[in-house]
């Protein structure tokens, strides 16, 4: 039946590229409250094209922009069958600088065999991949290989500050769910696919420290009293040592060394650090010694200060000590190392390095955990048959530095397994102007999609 | 004469006391561009009061506030007499927060043996105790005892920036004067005037660290790039060891060591740094090891940090790397160490510290040299003697750790030296609700004006 199906999907291509474009010409962005209607537009559009395609769809409002909830009806899934749930999101990034737009960013244009619009990659193109798939199953078979739920958000851009409690309040129907399928990364490299198999974690601090009661004449007092600026400096400066280590006690009491075959395989993919450092603009990358560019993004831990703040600000001199001053630090985590723990960890290692005369507060903002997917899971296996027959390539198996709250609540919340398989290109200009997909990556994200349901449900059958 | 003068000073006390009551009910605050008005009348009324002295009295305009400029007439002076000049401010500082002042801070108040009122002490009340001694010998004498000048700013507060054009402009005038006298410090504490033989100078920077050209996401790159913020924080960190010596190589070598006689002297002074953490409203003061609260502040240099900036400051999270950081750094120097040679010091050792990855920009935004006048010289003695003639009490001779920028501007463009003596005390509130001055110190100013123009006078035959 899967041979049918795709031969449709084929037949249909103009068909997925008409109706992607409907849908990237909504501008849902969701940080800009001019755009709230568009928000609601974009949630009904997907709620409609999910009821074309068979799934008994609705919207669940929350205190901001609403989600898109949608599933398999009994009669139209094998007796029986496993259930899965598919994760995407329909908010876009603002498309500011505009002038850099060769076509106007919610006016989705084919140039050159891609895509061009917000959102063409990010997220609602690779989202739509999976919307096609359904339709395609449906059309095709009249049912679907197995149960499948769809959740789409229309907060990710701006934290997912509402969706934890829509997937508590949703945990009844999907606590029987097999796998969380996510297509919100991309490809390793054109002709490369890729599978994410893990994320880091993350701990978010923000730092106070206090000094004198209020800002002093750095002239009367300076000398003779300790500086909460320089204070800071002192402090966050110790937090790394000269091989870009973190020093805070126990920090890598549970990293675990990447097995030799993993960086063996990493080694291998075609990355550039000269290609990156010139994308980001500096001269020379610079990391933890003894590590590759790769292996600092995926499987080191790292501590950054994302921001300071102190005394005085504007252009030219102020002779102040200030009475204060603050920092935002957070932490990358991998794998088996404990957010709280690390978090227990910071705050008496600060308070060590405290001089006299100086106080501090430190609040916790956040603390979720890395996620490591085993490579050889049923759903990693299902995932890489599809994608060998939906993109005509074996994928790679890669980390990401970064970190998907909402992956970490689906394991939390249900002990859901995630399989993170996007379609999309590295260069595909997420969050900056021209956004793009490329037309290759769309079709084979549909193909890949359908194959994925069928082979789902043999795995898990 | 000197003591003809001294009774009518005496027997004229309600008068001054009028008198300057008028003068501080002019809302003389130079920052405040609602009070344009109220500087040109402030400004007027020491004209009007300087010229009923005898003296030749003009305004000097300027791009913001005017000065006031006066002289006396040669007919009144004895022929071939010695030049001295007088400098003070008619400014004053915000009167903020105004629910704080027991009476209105332009409603002068008389109080406990208190004249309370903005610019009671800094600086017009100090500065009309010359005024109304220059008024006495006029009145009395009908002539002066030497060649007066007397130079009023307008822009004290607010940093002097149209001052050192005026003193340029006015250098023919001035290019035989003998001495500077400023009333604009304070005495040590009630029952020990002092003179102040001491400022420090200052380095400013201002200094940019820049690294990828935008803002990256703290997960994707976290690790693989150097990160300004946290490369500032380490290098600011490294401009101290632990001992709170500054690192920058060659820093202390032309630092002098204070005399062990003026450590004892100093040592002996009642100074309670308790009472000054308590003030500051800190658990503990802190500095450089082997020296005192005294001696940090008024005979080593020092680095502050006086403002940061990275990143995100907002509330929350932001995972960042930022794309810059930037800090506000100062030095204050001690007598010998030269701005221009620590300020080239500063460039390379902040260089030798910058990760790679990282550039720097460091811009001077000021450098001026410390000031030590020699504490016998003439104008000197003549201060310590007219002291005790006004005030009863003979004074100490002590530093501050403040720079002001006008004693530079006069040593650098007229060779001359400055004798700091100040009527008030260290509680007199200064840019602080319920500024005062004590009425002892009021007359008492009043006094050893009269006394030292007859000192200065006899000093320079």
Redesign the interface.
């Given at each position: 039946m899967l041979d049918t199906v795709m031969i449709w999907i084929d037949k249909n291509s103009r068909r997925w590229l008409q109706d992607v474009q409907q849908w990237l010409s909504i501008p849902s962005i969701s940080t800009d409250p001019n755009h709230v209607a568009d928000m609601a537009s974009a949630a009904q559009w997907a709620q409609h094209y999910l009821r074309s395609a068979g799934l008994h769809a609705q919207i669940i409002e929350t205190p901001r922009h609403p989600c898109v909830w949608a599933t398999t009806p009994p009669e139209m899934c094998p007796r029986g069958a496993s259930h899965v749930v598919i994760y995407g999101h329909y908010d876009v990034q603002p498309p500011d600088p505009l002038e850099a737009w060769v076509s106007p960013p919610f006016s989705p244009t084919i140039r050159g065999g891609q895509i061009v619009a917000r959102g063409a990659s990010d997220d609602k193109g690779q989202t739509f991949c999976h919307l096609a798939a359904l339709l395609a199953w449906r059309e095709v078979a009249q049912e679907f290989p197995l149960r499948i739920s769809v959740l789409l958000e229309g907060e990710e851009e701006i934290g997912s500050p509402n969706l934890r409690p829509v997937i508590e309040q949703l945990k009844p129907l999907l606590s029987d769910a097999a796998a969380l399928i996510i297509s919100d990364s991309s490809q390793f490299a054109p002709g490369i696919p890729a599978i994410t198999s893990g994320l880091?974690g993350?701990v978010?601090a923000q730092l106070t420290l206090t000094?004198?009661?209020?800002d002093?004449?750095?002239?009367?007092?300076?000398?003779?009293?300790?500086?909460p600026?320089?204070a800071?400096?002192?402090?966050?400066?110790?937090?790394?040592d000269a091989t870009g280590r973190v020093t805070i006690p126990g920090f890598y009491d549970d990293v675990d060394a990447v097995d030799a075959p993993t960086r063996a395989d990493w080694a291998k993919l075609p990355f550039s650090p000269e290609a990156?450092?010139r994308d980001?603009?500096?001269?020379?990358?610079?990391?933890?010694h003894g590590y590759t560019?790769l292996e600092?993004?995926w499987c080191?831990?790292?501590?950054?200060?994302?921001?300071?703040?102190?005394?005085?600000?504007g252009n030219?001199?102020?002779?102040?000590?200030?009475g204060s001053?603050?920092?935002?630090v957070?932490m990358?985590l991998v794998p088996r190392q404990d957010p709280e723990k690390i978090a227990a960890a910071l705050e008496p290692f600060l308070q060590s390095l405290l001089?006299?005369?100086i106080?501090m507060q430190l609040e916790i903002?956040?603390a979720w955990p890395a996620v490591l997917t085993a490579t050889d899971s049923p759903a990693i296996s299902a995932a890489m048959r599809a994608i060998r027959t939906g993109l005509g390539n074996d994928p790679v198996i890669v980390r990401?530095?970064?970190?998907i709250p909402v992956v970490n609540w689906f394991r939390q919340i249900l002990g859901l397994e995630t399989v993170l398989l996007g379609f999309g290109l590295p260069d595909d200009n997420l969050h900056a102007p021209n956004e793009k997909l490329d037309l290759d990556c769309f079709y084979g994200g549909i193909r890949t999609s359908a194959a994925l349901l069928d082979e789902l449900a043999r795995q898990f059958s």
């Open positions: 880091r993350m978010y000094g004198p009661s209020h002093l004449h750095s002239g009367i007092y300076g000398g003779a009293v300790a500086n600026a320089t800071l400096c002192q402090i966050l400066g110790k937090l790394h990156m450092a980001i603009g500096v001269k020379q990358l610079n990391g933890e560019t600092r993004r080191r831990p790292t501590l950054d200060v994302n921001g300071l703040t102190a005394g005085f600000q030219g001199a102020k002779t102040i000590i200030p001053a603050g920092a935002k957070s990358r001089p006299d005369g106080e903002l956040s990401e530095g970064g970190s």
